[in-house]
């Protein structure tokens, strides 16, 4: 497999993790509600709260949510063969589900064949209880692989069908038959493979953990500067997931990563503080202040006529930055056409997630400004420090006002409204100048709300497509022939830029992009 196949592959892979990531935000939000009608110092100022009823449904929404935290392992098995499989998703994500059983009760059994069940407390022994059974505690690690694994084997076989008296196992049942085995050596070989695996995590999750400061902001640097490829999710999943970002006791139950923890430190009103490993998802920071500030540089730098057309275009793209955390309306018009802006956007990204450690502050820092206070208001401020988090963003707005404004007229970079550049948020085939003849009026009138027409024809036609897919604001394709690909029809669909990589091409919509999704999903299946 050469350099490119294993780009587009981890490309692949990075949308498909998103699907059992998109949970959590309902998770947390529930979690949020829990936490806030049992908070004591809420009660006491709304003492309509202080009975058995809203006692009782804070404890049924936080075990009711945290049961998602807990079972993580078999919500990734199940989303990654559903978000990897190219066809019959829902059956790749039935068999995902029953491999992941087969490989626990094959564990269970062979650890208790050979005597190598714990007994007693099994805190800090490398077994814990999943689903009832005491097996070797992988975490999410073998759920992805038993994911990975089946969809594999499913893009391969689930379309066989097999003739005669087997016709039977054919198609699905058949990716069950060879996955079976596969799942009872898995559990087999991972009781003996997993323990040194997992001090070996552990040990690697310490020593990120102790780099402290610089740790904290190098991580804030490469989660932006990976924003153009799409494989920044490869790099914080782990973090967030699993024992790469520690491990923490709270009521009685384990959690692995540093959102696992938070989330379940939120629900219970023993712990004072949320754990400082918090400040690896301060990513809101520079979502509601930073970008902000940016974009208010971009809107003084441009020329007088232009000012009202660039506030047309930047206040949308900053809105959807603050309110609910999508950066890349905001952070493309200045990717493409202005590459310093954004390396210094990464670098101040991480300088000021190190101040955010340094100063020890624990907000959760998820998402955009309605997740900011969903997430810490109800918990008050001794357990998030959620007022100096503001009062940090303020200055990081400030400050990338300054640099951003000095950079642009120092350097007299073309970004919005400045002499002859284009008003509209600025792409990838914008910097490329690539033109090419053709046109979308050659494609049926009915080309639909997001102009699925000009999507098809520019990827090459319903021939050249082979998966049409999308993660939270990109439409990501598989195509058969990149030659065939021509960006300049595609942007008659208006994307907001468009990242190419082989047979993978990402297309960037926005939070809207699932209807888009579907549009070029109904054309093409109208085209059969």
């Known amino acids: 497999m050469n350099k490119q196949a294993i780009t587009a592959y981890l490309s692949d892979l990075s949308r498909a993790m998103l699907a059992p990531i998109y949970v959590l935000?309902?998770?947390?939000?529930?979690?949020?509600?829990?936490?806030?009608v049992t908070n004591p110092s809420i009660v006491s100022?709304?003492?309509?709260?202080?009975?058995?009823?809203?006692?009782g449904a804070g404890k049924v929404l936080k075990w009711g949510t945290l049961s998602v935290l807990i079972n993580l392992h078999i919500i990734f098995a199940v989303g990654l063969s559903m978000g990897l499989a190219k066809k019959d998703k829902h059956l790749a994500g039935f068999n995902a589900l029953i491999l992941y059983f087969v490989y626990l009760y094959a564990m269970n059994t062979y650890m208790g064949l050979n005597g190598l069940l714990i007994q007693g407390e099994l805190k800090g022994t490398g077994q814990s209880n999943v689903l009832g059974l005491q097996v070797v505690d992988t975490g999410i690690f073998v759920g992805m692989l038993v994911g990975i694994l089946n969809a594999a084997v499913h893009n391969k076989y689930s379309q066989k069908v097999i003739q005669g008296a087997f016709a039977l196992y054919g198609e699905s049942r058949l990716v069950l038959l060879?996955?079976?085995?596969?799942?009872?050596?898995?559990?087999?070989?991972f009781t003996h493979i997993w323990p040194p695996v997992q001090h070996a995590i552990q040990g690697a999750g310490s020593h990120i953990m102790e780099s402290g400061h610089i740790g904290v902001g190098?991580?804030?640097?490469?989660?932006?500067?990976?924003?153009?490829?799409?494989?920044?999710?490869?790099?914080?999943?782990?973090?967030?997931?699993?024992?790469?970002?520690?491990?923490?006791?709270?009521?009685?139950?384990?959690?692995?990563?540093i959102e696992n923890i938070f989330l379940a430190e939120m629900t219970d009103p023993t712990i004072t503080r949320l754990s400082?490993?918090?400040?690896?998802?301060?990513?809101?920071?520079?979502?509601?202040?930073?970008?902000?500030?940016?974009?208010?540089?971009?809107?003084?730098?441009?020329?007088e006529s232009k000012k009202s057309h660039v506030k047309a275009i930047l206040v949308p793209a900053v809105a959807s930055s603050i309110l609910v955390g999508v950066t890349e309306p905001i952070e493309f018009s200045f990717l493409f056409v202005a590459p310093i802006l954004?390396?210094?956007?990464?670098?101040?990204?991480?300088?000021?997630?190190?101040?955010?450690?340094?100063?020890?502050?624990?907000?959760?820092?998820?998402?955009?400004?309605?997740?900011?206070?969903m997430y810490n208001v109800p918990l008050g401020v001794a357990k998030t420090d959620w007022p100096y988090y503001l009062l940090l963003g303020v200055v990081q707005c400030a400050t990338y006002y300054i640099v951003f404004r000095v950079l642009i007229t120092k350097l007299n970079l073309k970004t919005l409204g400045r002499g002859d550049a284009e008003?509209?948020?600025?792409?990838?085939?914008?910097?490329k100048a690539k033109k090419t003849s053709g046109s979308v009026a050659t494609i049926d009138n009915a080309v639909g709300k997001y102009n699925s027409a000009a999507i098809i024809q520019g990827l090459g036609g319903k021939e050249n497509i082979v998966d049409v897919q999308n993660c939270y604001t990109r439409l990501r394709v598989e195509i058969r022939h990149p030659e065939q690909v021509d960006e300049s029809i595609i942007q008659e669909a208006n994307p907001m830029g468009i990242v190419r990589n082989g047979q993978n091409i990402q297309i960037i919509f926005g939070s809207h992009v699932a209807l888009v999704r579907q549009e070029v999903n109904d054309a093409l299946a109208m085209s059969n």
Not at 45 to 55: C, Y
Not at 178 to 189: E, H, R, S
Not at 228 to 246: A, N
Not at 423 to 429: E, N, W
């Open 25 to 36: 935000p309902m998770v947390g939000l529930a979690i949020a509600i829990g936490a806030a």
């Open 45 to 55: 100022a709304i003492p309509f709260l202080d009975n058995a009823f809203f006692a």
């Open 178 to 189: 060879i996955m079976i085995p596969v799942a009872m050596f898995l559990g087999i070989a």
């Open 218 to 257: 190098l991580y804030g640097f490469m989660e932006r500067i990976l924003i153009p490829t799409g494989l920044h999710h490869l790099l914080w999943i782990p973090l967030h997931f699993t024992e790469v970002g520690s491990c923490a006791h709270v009521s009685g139950q384990t959690y692995c990563g």
């Open 276 to 303: 400082s490993t918090v400040v690896y998802d301060a990513r809101s920071l520079v979502k509601i202040f930073g970008l902000t500030g940016a974009a208010l540089a971009m809107y003084h730098c441009a020329d």
């Open 342 to 373: 954004f390396v210094v956007h990464a670098i101040l990204c991480g300088a000021f997630m190190i101040l955010v450690s340094v100063f020890d502050i624990v907000t959760i820092g998820k998402g955009g400004l309605i997740d900011l206070i």
């Open 423 to 431: 008003m509209k948020l600025h792409t990838k085939a914008d910097y």
